[in-house]
Structures are given as C-alpha cells and as structure tokens.
C-alpha cells in the first residue's frame, strides 16, 4: 500500500484526526478508536513501513526507540504495574492496517492469556 492511501500515514500528517499521547520526529502515539483494554495505545513509525516483515537494518534505531517509549505509554495511560506489546504481522498475524504499529495494551486488571492451547 501506498502511503498516500495509508489510514495511519493520514494520521501522522494531521489529515485524520487523532487522540496524540505522544510524538517526536519519528514516532507518533495514539488512542487506538476501538480499544480491547483500559489502556490500548499505538505506536507508530512516522515513516511508512508496511510490516515487520518489511524492516531493514536502517530501522533498528526506531524499532528500539518504540519499544523503549512502550513503557512509557503503558504507565502513562494508567498502567504503571505491566503491559503487553502486540505487533500483528501480516495475514497470519492477523496484521490489518498494513503500516508497521505497535500495540500497547494494559489497565489496572490482569489481560486475558494470549492464544488458547489445544489439547
């Protein structure tokens, strides 16, 4: 996908309103419009990338910095005690927005486990 036509590239140019918890000149974190928690916040990078699995070494220093600011965010939003980062990667991973994003997820109950097990 083109970043022209990208819903979270829109955002990051200010053509789609958004509730911003943080921003600097590469990433940009928002309120996600449908949380599944207390506190669900996304990360992204402000340059487009389509996934994870489209990440080159030049973007290392990124990556590093979103999961570094992860906490941030999580105690922030009101969940200083735990958290859990997603990032959903293509088709399989059930990725939807195809514009590489992190996941910050928490509150003040513990989540529910993450896949269930098959017996």
Same mark, same amino acid.
Do not use: W
């Given at each position: 996908?083109?970043?022209?036509?990208?819903?979270?590239?829109?955002?990051?140019?200010?053509?789609?309103?958004?509730?911003?918890?943080?921003?600097?000149?590469?990433?940009?974190?928002?309120?996600?419009?449908?949380? =599944?928690?207390?506190?669900?916040?996304?990360?992204?990078?402000?340059?487009?990338?389509?996934?994870?699995?489209?990440?080159?070494?030049?973007?290392?220093?990124?990556?590093?910095?979103?999961?570094? =600011?992860?906490?941030?965010?999580?105690?922030?939003?009101?969940?200083?005690?735990?958290?859990?980062?997603?990032?959903?990667?293509?088709?399989?991973?059930?990725?939807?927005?195809?514009?590489?994003?992190?996941?910050?997820?928490?509150?003040?109950?513990? =989540?529910?486990?993450?896949?269930?097990?098959?017996?």
């Amino acid at each position: 996908m083109s970043s022209d036509n990208c819903i979270f590239c829109k955002i990051v140019r200010g053509e789609i309103p958004s509730r911003k918890v943080y921003e600097d000149d590469e990433i940009l974190a928002f309120h996600d419009i449908n949380p =599944l928690a207390p506190v669900h916040v996304l990360a992204v990078p402000k340059e487009h990338v389509d996934s994870m699995a489209t990440l080159e070494d030049r973007h290392a220093g990124v990556m590093g910095r979103m999961m570094v =600011l992860a906490q941030r965010l999580a105690a922030d939003q009101g969940s200083p005690d735990g958290f859990r980062v997603i990032c959903n990667t293509g088709r399989i991973g059930r990725q939807d927005v195809y514009h590489l994003h992190l996941h910050v997820l928490g509150g003040s109950n513990p =989540l529910p486990g993450m896949i269930a097990r098959s017996t």
